[in-house]
């Protein structure tokens, strides 16, 4: 063995020539991880100017030079004009001075760990378009909705039928993404909606993400339950998180306002951690229709594959033949 199990320090080998070159190696590792502190674990465009001993925990969406070839959640140590990314290991502790922070190294990321005193719920001021991670306000039947595409160019989604406005509502775009379904692909292929510019188009995230996508195929909004139990709609709020906390984070719940409403029969709105029985949480509206709503906490614990916050899953039913304005707006973000 040539170096340590657990810091990964260089030993000196038997009748090895310039013994102090391998000893300052194992004292400047020790410098930059014993008693670690990093800068940022959010920051994700590699630095143009570092100082020399600055620390970063990368994120997900790093980039750069030398980060761009990083493991996500690696230690980015700045040393004699070179980036090294070193390895953390389970169980590591790392205080993040831009947010007074204290972060634990899990089985495979990064959590932070929140202090006796630290304030656990961070409020989300604003409205409509600025916190309404789900509006809906057409008639429709409830979730799983499907359409058929006419057209695929670049990131836009044409619709054989002017529906964009049951998929995504104008006052979510720049607030949440919706996952989407292409169910004519074996397996089932996702993308991610962040806007409905007209009544037949829907611009999603990552144009990649459809360019194997074809006319005549059948998109759903709504998981197929193979993927998520339930009929949920999974909601990615990173876009509100970046706009009004200024950065995106694994959030460990959200403070809801939940409104519903029925057309002459009842509806509700519901909220999951991950769709399984029993985990819904909620509003009705009136038997007989009209609208009703209020406020809940909701956890949320599945990691977004498309950004570092936790994803919302929600669910529409309705009992008769039709369900009016839908609205889910974040309150409130629990760290």
Not at 39 to 46: E, L
Not at 207 to 227: H, M, R, V
Not at 278 to 284: A, E, I, Y
Request: with cysteine; hydrophobic share 40%; glycine share 10%.
């Amino acid at each position: 063995m040539s170096q340590t199990t657990h810091l990964q320090l260089p030993f000196l080998a038997a009748a090895q020539a310039q013994k102090h070159v391998t000893v300052n190696e194992t004292l400047l590792r020790l410098d930059a991880l014993v008693q670690l502190a990093a800068k940022s674990a959010t920051t994700s465009t590699q630095p143009a100017s570092p100082s020399d001993g600055d620390i970063y925990l990368l994120p997900a969406a790093k980039s750069g030079a030398a980060w761009g070839a990083m493991a996500s959640g690696a230690i980015a140590y700045y040393r004699d004009g070179v980036w090294e990314e070193l390895t953390p290991n389970p169980g590591w502790r790392c205080y993040v001075a831009d947010e007074a922070a204290l972060y634990a190294r899990g089985a495979s990321a990064w959590k932070r760990i929140a202090a006796e005193q630290e304030h656990r719920l961070i409020f989300t001021p604003g409205g409509d378009g600025v916190v309404s991670i789900y509006r809906i306000d057409p008639a429709r039947t409830q979730n799983p909705r499907t359409d058929t595409i006419s057209g695929i160019a670049s990131d836009i989604i044409t619709l054989a039928s002017a529906n964009a406005g049951l998929f995504f509502g104008a006052q979510m775009a720049g607030v949440s993404y919706a996952r989407i379904w292409n169910t004519s692909k074996t397996p089932n292929q996702s993308a991610w909606i962040k806007a409905a510019p007209s009544s037949t188009t829907l611009r999603v995230v990552d144009a990649a993400a459809i360019a194997g996508w074809s006319n005549g195929e059948t998109i759903q909004l709504g998981d197929p339950t193979g993927i998520t139990p339930n009929r949920v709609i999974a909601l990615d709020i990173s876009p509100m998180m970046q706009t009004v906390l200024g950065r995106v984070f694994r959030q460990s719940g959200v403070l809801l306002k939940a409104l519903v409403e029925g057309l002459g029969a009842q509806a509700t709105l519901d909220t999951t951690e991950a769709g399984l029985n029993g985990s819904f949480n909620g509003h009705r509206s009136e038997s007989g229709g009209g609208r009703l709503g209020g406020q809940y906490t909701q956890v949320t614990s599945v990691q977004s594959p498309i950004s570092d916050s936790n994803l919302v899953f929600m669910r529409e039913t309705v009992t008769g033949s039709a369900m009016g304005v839908t609205a889910l707006s974040v309150v409130g973000v629990w760290v």
